[in-house]
């Protein structure tokens, strides 16, 4: 079993910038692939990034691409989200997801163990 717990989300003027982070207890970190989805109101969840179980391979969806980063610390069970030049599209729950095995690009069905979610909201 693996629980997932999402830090770092708050309130931030349009440009500016946040970092997520996500702990992980149970297994070690670097068994499974990880991944940070979001969901807007009245939207359905959806891929934002994701990276692999040694932190080498990483993904992204196109309209993060450049301005979110994501990286992995094995040694302290840690997955984190750079968000930078956010914008008020942006907005949203965001989530952080863990999968034993290699990294899925999209398709959140294929992510067993789900945080909270921590909110992020961008001010225009």
């Known amino acids: 079993q693996v629980q997932l717990v999402e830090s770092g989300g708050g309130l931030v003027q349009a440009g500016g910038s946040l970092r997520l982070s996500c702990a992980s207890s149970?297994?070690?970190?670097?068994?499974?692939?990880m991944g940070w989805f979001r969901q807007a109101p009245g939207k359905e969840r959806e891929f934002v990034a994701a990276i692999s179980r040694s932190g080498s391979s990483t993904y992204y969806t196109d309209s993060v691409k450049g301005r979110f980063t994501i990286s992995k610390d094995n040694a302290k069970n840690s997955v984190y989200l750079q968000m930078n030049t956010l914008k008020p599209e942006d907005t949203a729950v965001y989530y952080c997801?863990?999968?034993?095995?290699?990294?899925?690009?999209?398709?959140?069905?294929?992510?067993?163990?789900w945080g909270q979610g921590t909110q992020v909201t961008v001010s225009s």
């Open positions: 149970g297994r070690t970190a670097s068994y499974y692939a």
């Open positions: 997801a863990a999968r034993f095995g290699s990294v899925v690009v999209g398709g959140s069905q294929a992510y067993e163990y």
